[in-house]
Every structure is written in structure tokens, then in C-alpha cells.
């Protein structure tokens, strides 16, 4: 079975990228949907609250209240990367599991942060998606709650694009349209297959 990570910086359109894979019978991991999850409810969100007070509501985790305590500070965006981390690849390595039990071909890892937190180390091969600083950045302005200063803030903690590409294996460049993105996918697929 190939291990695929799939990464891309914030508007670059990875969760439409990913959706294709979707599309395509690929079974997909969002790491981010198993964080949206574990805030939601269990034993994170009491931990979370241990570490910062006020951030724990009868639904889970404000995400708001605690993005006040992580955003500037890169102590405590580290101390809530420590705690959410391990539950994430429990998730991811059950994922994984169940999809070898299936005999899948390829399953795809979306992970946000996969060089950051050293995902590339268990993937077989890597998928950035990218568009030029010009586009994300017009895509990322236009979100309800987004300022340049957060935007700024994201993109400090991430990776730079051109980093992002040149560790690739392969490339989806989203600027020129969702069919030529859902092309690139049926190519990539078709190329995991034939390897």
C-alpha cells in the first residue's frame, strides 16, 4: 500500500485537492477533521483546559479563546501541538490499519503540517498543492474571520511554499482551475498505480 501525504500552506486548496482524491475512491485522512473531532469532546478538551483555563464550553473547545493563547505565542502553540499530536497519529495509524485489512492500493494523508511536524517521515511519497502567493493570498483575505496579521501569523509558522514544492514528488498547481487540478489527480493516481 502507498503512503501519500498531502500537504499544501493555507489557501492553496488541499481540502479540495483531497476531496478529488475522494472522488477518485481514495480513502483520505483529515487531520484536521480529527482535531475539529477531538475538540469536540473526550479526554483532550480536558486537557486543553488544563493548560489553558477558559478555553473549555459545554460543546468542546472555543477555538477562538484558545487561538488568543496560541496565536503569538510559539511556547504555547507548542505545548497544544504536544498534547493534540499523539491522539492525531492514533487516529492516523488506525486509518491505516483498517485500509491494509482492506488491501488498498494507495491511501492519501492530509496533514497540513506534514513537513512541520515531521509527517514526511511516514509517507511513501508527497503531494503539494500550491498557487502563486497572489492567488493564496486572495483566497485567504476573503475567508469571514481572516486579517493580514493572522494570515501573516500562519504563514510564519509554516513551511514557505517554495520549500514545500521543491521536497515534492508531485505537484497540483490549483491557480489553473478545479479540472485541471482533478486532472493532475487522475495522473498522479494513475502513476502510484503503475509504480
Known amino acids: 500500500m502507498i503512503i501519500v501525504g498531502l500537504t499544501g500552506s493555507i489557501g492553496m486548496g488541499k481540502s479540495t485537492t483531497a476531496a478529488m482524491f475522494k472522488e477518485e475512491n481514495i480513502a483520505v485522512h483529515d487531520a484536521d477533521a480529527v482535531v475539529h473531532d477531538l475538540y469536540r469532546h473526550g479526554a483532550l478538551v480536558d486537557e486543553?483546559?488544563?493548560?489553558?483555563?477558559?478555553?473549555?464550553?459545554?460543546?468542546?473547545?472555543?477555538?477562538?479563546?484558545?487561538?488568543?493563547?496560541?496565536l503569538n505565542d510559539k511556547a504555547a502553540m507548542k505545548k497544544?501541538?504536544?498534547l493534540v499530536h499523539p491522539h492525531v497519529r492514533l487516529a492516523e495509524e488506525k486509518f491505516i490499519q483498517d485500509n491494509r485489512a482492506k488491501n488498498a492500493k494507495i491511501v492519501v494523508l492530509d496533514i497540513p503540517l506534514l513537513f512541520e511536524t515531521g509527517g514526511d517521515e511516514r509517507v511513501d511519497k508527497i503531494v503539494v498543492v500550491t498557487a502563486p502567493y497572489e492567488v493564496q493570498r486572495k483566497r485567504v483575505l476573503s475567508r469571514a474571520s481572516m486579517t493580514e496579521e493572522k494570515f501573516q501569523q500562519i504563514l510564519d509558522r509554516q513551511i514557505p511554499d517554495a520549500e514545500k514544492r521543491a521536497r515534492a514528488d508531485f505537484l497540483i498547481d490549483t491557480s489553473l482551475g478545479m479540472d485541471a487540478a482533478k486532472e493532475q489527480v487522475k495522473h498522479i493516481i494513475s502513476q502510484l498505480l503503475e509504480a
Not at 48 to 70: A, C, W
Open 80 to 82: 497544544l501541538e504536544a
Open 48 to 70: 486543553i483546559e488544563n493548560h489553558f483555563p477558559g478555553t473549555k464550553t459545554p460543546s468542546g473547545v472555543d477555538r477562538k479563546k484558545l487561538g488568543q493563547y496560541v
